[in-house]
C-alpha cells in the first residue's frame, strides 16, 4: 500500500528530536574551519570568501531568514509532530524553495536524514489540503496528462534516436541492458542522450530504449506530490520488469530509480532489476585498461573543472551511510571505512577526468566546493520549475566558482545540472563552455578502445556505492 507523507514524518520523529539547532548544517566544510581555500574571489553574484567554512545551504543564501536554513526546517517538521503549527499557504512558501541539494546532511554531525524530512514535510503538508504553488500545479497536471513534465508527445519521447540514426534500438526486444534517459534528455538536453547512446553503441552495448519510459517521478517527489511520484514508480517497474541492468546518464533519474523507488515501494518488494550510471561503466573499462582517451589538439591545454551533481554525488554518499549506521556493531570502527567507501564513490568520474588529462592534455582543475561539499546547481527540489530566479542565482554562483579555478569547461553528469549551468552561464556571462563528461567523449570523438568490452562488464554492479 501507498504510504503517505504524514507516515513518512512519523517514521522520521527520532530525527526530527535529534536536532540540536547548532546550525553546522549551514557550511561546507563544517568540520574544518581553518581549511585553506584560494582566498576572496570576486564572482558575478557577489565576492565569496572561498576559505575555510563558507555558507553553501542555496536556500538560506538566497532568503536569509532563520526559517530558510535547514535547521528552521527541521525545526518546523518538529512542531507539526507535536501540533504546535499547522500547515498554511504561508508555511508551503517557506519549506518549497529548497533544493533538497542534501549539504545540510552531509554536514551534520547527528547524522539527520534532512532531505527525507523536508520531502515527508512537504508531502504532509499537500495532504493536509494546502494546495501546490501553481508552477508546481501545471508540471504536475501535465505529467499527469503527458508522462513527461515537458508537455512532450510521448511518440517523440525517441525522436532524437531516430534522428540520430540509433532507432534500432528502441524496443530491442533481444537486450537485457537498458538506456533509462529521462525527460530531460529526451525533450531538452537531447545532445546528453546522443552522447550516451552513441558511446554504448561504440562500446558494442546491446542496450535498449523502452517506449513505455515514462518520467522517473524524480521532481513530484522532491515537491511532496507523492501520489503522482508512485503512480510513475508503478509505470516504470512494469516496463523495465524484463531487464537485468538499467544504464543512466541523468544523475536524477539514477537517484530517484535507486533509492527513492525501494523507499515507497511495499516491504515486500524488490526492485526487479540493477541500476547503472554510465560514467560508473566508463570508469571501470578505464580502470581494466579496456578503454583510453585519443589525444585531441583543440583541448591540449583547456581547464576543464568538475560539478559533482547532488543527485548522483551527495544522495548516494549520506544513503549509504545512513544504511551502514543502521547495520553497524562498531560504529566507530566502521565510520572510518564509510568514510573511505564515500571517497571511492566521489573519485569515479575524477578518475574519468585525470584520465582526460593524461591521454587528451586537459587540464583538470577542483573548485573550492567539492564532492560532499559540493555547491548545488541550483535546479533540484522543484526549485527550478517553482523559482527560477533563484534557482539561476544559485547556478551562477556555482558558475564563480568554475571562474574562480579559470575553467573553459564547466563539466558535469546530469542533463539537469548541465541545463541550469547552461543557463546561469549564458544569463550572467559566465563564458565557459557547458557540457556532460560522456558528452565531451561523444563529440569530440575521443573514446579508443584497446580491448573489447563483455557483457560481463555492462552487466556488473559491484563497484556499486548502493
Ligand atoms: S540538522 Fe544537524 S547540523 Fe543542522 S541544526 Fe540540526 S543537529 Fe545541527
Ligand atoms: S537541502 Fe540544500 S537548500 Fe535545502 S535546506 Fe538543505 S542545504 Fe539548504
Redesign the pocket.
Known amino acids: 500500500m501507498a504510504k503517505t507523507g504524514k507516515q513518512r514524518l512519523e517514521e522520521l520523529k527520532k530525527d526530527i528530536f535529534?536536532?540540536?539547532?547548532?546550525?553546522?548544517?549551514?557550511f561546507a566544510y563544517?568540520g574544518e574551519p581553518s581549511r585553506k581555500g584560494i582566498g576572496e574571489w570576486k564572482g558575478k553574484q557577489k565576492s565569496v570568501l572561498y576559505e575555510g567554512m563558507v555558507d553553501s545551504c542555496p536556500a538560506g543564501i538566497e532568503y536569509g531568514w532563520e526559517a530558510f536554513w535547514?535547521?528552521g526546517k527541521?525545526w518546523i517538521a518538529r512542531s507539526i509532530l507535536t501540533d504546535d503549527l499547522e500547515f498554511s499557504e504561508d508555511l508551503r512558501d517557506v519549506i518549497m524553495p529548497c533544493i533538497t541539494c542534501g549539504q545540510?546532511q552531509a554536514?551534520?554531525?547527528?547524522k539527520?536524514r534532512?532531505v527525507d524530512i523536508i520531502e515527508s514535510l512537504r508531502a504532509a503538508c499537500k495532504e493536509a489540503g494546502v494546495p501546490m504553488i501553481d508552477k508546481h500545479q501545471l508540471v504536475d497536471n501535465i505529467v499527469k496528462e503527458r508522462n513527461n513534465p515537458y508537455g512532450g508527445e510521448a511518440g517523440d519521447r525517441f525522436k532524437w534516436a531516430k534522428d540520430a540514426g540509433l532507432e534500432k534500438f528502441i524496443n530491442n526486444k533481444d537486450a537485457n541492458v537498458a538506456y533509462y534517459v529521462g525527460c530531460t534528455a529526451s525533450y531538452r538536453q537531447v545532445e546528453v542522450a546522443i552522447a550516451t547512446a552513441k558511446l554504448f553503441e561504440q562500446l558494442g552495448i546491446n542496450f535498449t530504449l523502452v517506449e513505455d519510459e515514462v518520467c522517473c517521478g524524480s521532481p513530484f517527489f522532491r515537491i511532496g506530490a507523492v501520489d503522482t511520484a508512485q503512480e510513475l514508480m508503478r509505470k516504470n517497474l512494469e516496463a523495465f520488469k524484463d531487464v537485468e541492468i538499467l544504464y543512466f546518464s541523468c544523475a536524477g533519474c539514477y537517484r530517484t530509480l535507486t533509492i527513492d523507488y525501494p523507499k515507497w515501494m511495499a516491504e515486500d518488494e524488490k526492485l526487479p532489476f540493477k541500476t547503472k550510471h554510465a560514467f560508473e561503466l566508463i570508469k571501470e573499462l578505464i580502470t581494466k585498461e579496456k578503454i583510453k582517451f585519443k589525444p585531441n589538439k583543440e583541448l591540449k591545454g583547456k581547464i576543464v573543472t568538475y560539478h559533482d551533481p547532488c543527485h548522483t554525488g551527495r544522495h548516494f554518499a549520506v544513503d549509504y551511510e545512513q544504511r551502514m549506521i543502521e547495520e553497524s556493531k562498531n560504529l566507530m570502527f566502521d565510520m572510518r571505512k564509510i568514510g573511505q567507501e564515500i571517497d571511492r564513490w566521489f573519485e569515479k568520474p575524477r578518475v574519468i577526468l585525470r584520465k582526460l588529462e593524461e591521454d587528451v592534455g586537459l587540464v583538470f582543475k577542483e573548485m573550492y566546493r567539492i564532492k560532499l561539499n559540493s555547491m548545488c546547481c541550483g535546479a533540484g527540489g522543484g526549485v527550478r520549475a517553482g523559482y527560477p530566479d533563484f534557482s539561476l542565482r544559485t547556478a551562477s554562483l556555482r558558475c564563480d566558482e568554475a571562474n574562480a579555478v579559470k575553467a573553459d569547461f564547466l563539466l558535469t553528469e546530469c542533463p539537469f545540472c548541465w541545463r541550469n549551468l547552461y543557463d546561469a552561464n549564458e544569463l550572467y556571462s559566465h563564458g565557459m563552455v557547458v557540457m556532460g563528461i560522456l558528452q565531451m567523449i561523444s563529440e569530440y570523438n575521443l573514446l579508443d578502445i584497446i580491448e573489447q568490452p563483455t557483457d560481463e562488464d555492462f552487466l556488473s554492479t559491484e563497484e556499486a556505492l548502493i
Open positions: 535529534k536536532c540540536i539547532h547548532c546550525k553546522a548544517c549551514r563544517s535547514n535547521a527541521i545540510c554536514q551534520c554531525e547527528n539527520i534532512t
